[in-house]
């Protein structure tokens, strides 16, 4: 083990482990940070009665309220989900599906075409965690070279099995093994992680994630699997 990680520092490499730690310590710090920043501009706003003072330190803190929120996400998105499995039935989480991606995404959301046939299955899930990592998909979806103006949206239930699908036409040729390793895409705001973070909250739950990319129609297909509660009607 000692020796493994001799090497990884030797040739610049860093494992998952160690990065998780680096991420959060310096969130931690950061947080720590900010919070003073938060407090310094509070009194600083008490000191004085100019209005317009008073209103640039709103904003200020605002800011710095917004960045203490990027770091809080950027620490979850690399810690193991824990769900708290609740009895959740599958009409109702499509239904709640589609009423996030409706508020998510009030312009694109309207993109999406939904098939969902009858399901009276009982899924045993953590609601907000599933919902969460579904929602990924549509948001990798709408932010990554989506070459047409439709995304499908599929739900069904087969056997003891719930799946969840969305299909997208992609401009470029995608590699499924690469789509969902962490870091793969960057952009103001988004750290490549959504959807390994995805990927272990569905497994955590004893189900999978899983793409498909069909070269021929240039067509991905992101599928959640996850398995029916006993208790299914």
């Keep these: 083990m000692k020796t493994e990680a001799k090497a990884e520092a030797a040739d610049g490499n860093v494992s998952w482990e160690n990065f998780v ?5 310096l969130s931690h710090d950061l947080r720590n940070q900010l919070n003073a920043a938060e407090l310094q501009s509070a009194l600083i706003g008490e000191l004085t009665n100019d209005a317009e003072i008073k209103s640039e330190i709103r904003r200020l803190r605002e800011l710095v309220s917004q960045l203490g929120a990027t770091l809080q996400s950027l620490s979850a998105s690399v810690a193991e989900p824990r769900p708290t499995a609740l009895p959740y039935a599958a009409k109702d ?23 969902v046939l009858p399901v009276s299955a009982t899924l045993n899930i953590d609601p907000e965690l599933t919902e969460w990592a579904a929602a990924e998909l549509f948001r990798n979806a709408f932010r990554h070279d989506l070459a047409a103006d439709e995304v499908q949206a599929q739900a069904s239930v087969e056997g003891d099995w719930f799946t969840f699908s969305i299909r997208e036409a992609k401009k470029e040729e995608i590699d499924p093994a690469q789509w969902t390793q962490p870091l793969q895409n960057l952009s103001h705001g988004h750290y490549g992680l959504g959807l390994r973070r995805a990927r272990k909250i569905i497994a955590a739950q004893g189900g999978e994630l899983t793409a498909k990319f069909d070269p021929a129609s240039r067509t991905l297909t992101s599928t959640i699997t996850l398995p029916c509660s006993p208790e299914s009607p």
């Design 93 to 115: 989480f499509i239904a709640d599906m589609q009423k996030k991606i409706a508020q998510e995404f009030p312009e694109k959301g309207q993109a999406v075409r939904w098939e």
């Design 21 to 25: 730690k680096f991420v959060r310590q």
